[in-house]
T-cell receptor, first 110, second 112 residues
């Protein structure tokens, strides 16, 4: 039982490049989330999903897109990366209110 | 929109002393309040939570109290140890939203 995993662990992008972050969970959870964490700002919700095929916007959705084609996977896409998207990205899934976080992806946009 | 304020942003205590972190939430309908501990370079991990039908919950050296009237909740750590050093986040979840609004975090340092 791996829990919540994220791929990749670290990535460097140039401004304007695109990439996809993958989150996978093997706990059969309905709800999944993408957060970004910046110094002094806590965890801010980017997008979330309440089930396969559904997505919704969080607090800071601009510049990101998501997809939940399979229940166990939640993808976060950056179509045209900007330096302001340099951050640590955490995925989470939840069951009965308890959130389980992935190990994070550190993204640097130059 | 919903907002959670967390204080203090940093807290230093001597080993063995108690630490208290406070959070205030804006949405009075919020009914679930988790606390997370995040060690350096690691993922946040749930340490304790409380629901709105309960005023206090304890788990060994950790306790959380909730005051619904004042819309604030607090984390209490007693007999602090160096391994308690970490960043602590509070969160609030309004019912039916499936979302969690996080505070900005408290960096706790336990001095040996």
């Amino acid at each position: 039982n791996a829990g919540v995993t994220q791929t990749p662990k670290f990535r460097v992008l140039k401004t304007g490049q695109s990439m996809t972050l993958l989150c996978a969970q093997d706990m059969n959870h309905e709800y999944m989330y993408w957060y970004r964490q910046d110094p002094g700002m806590g965890l801010r919700l980017i997008h979330y999903s309440v089930g396969e095929g559904t997505t919704a916007k969080g607090e800071v959705p601009d510049g990101y897109n998501v997809s939940r084609l399979k229940k166990q996977n939640f993808l976060l896409g950056l179509e045209s990366a900007a330096p302001s998207q340099t951050s640590v990205y955490f995925c989470a899934s939840s069951y009965q209110g308890t959130q389980y976080f992935g190990p994070g992806t550190r993204l640097l946009v130059l | 929109g919903e907002n959670v304020e967390q204080h203090p942003s940093t807290l230093s205590v001597q080993e063995g002393d108690s630490a208290v972190i406070k959070c205030t939430y804006s949405d009075s309908a919020s009914n679930y309040f988790p606390w997370y501990k995040q060690e350096l370079g690691k993922r946040p991990q749930l340490i304790i939570d409380i629901r709105s039908n309960v005023g206090e919950k304890k788990d060994q050296r950790i306790a959380v109290t909730l005051n619904k009237t004042a819309k604030h909740f607090s984390l209490h750590i007693t007999e602090t140890q160096p391994e308690d050093s970490a960043v602590y986040f509070c969160a609030a979840s309004p019912p039916g939203t499936y979302k969690y609004i996080f505070g900005t975090g408290t960096r706790l340092k336990v001095l040996a």
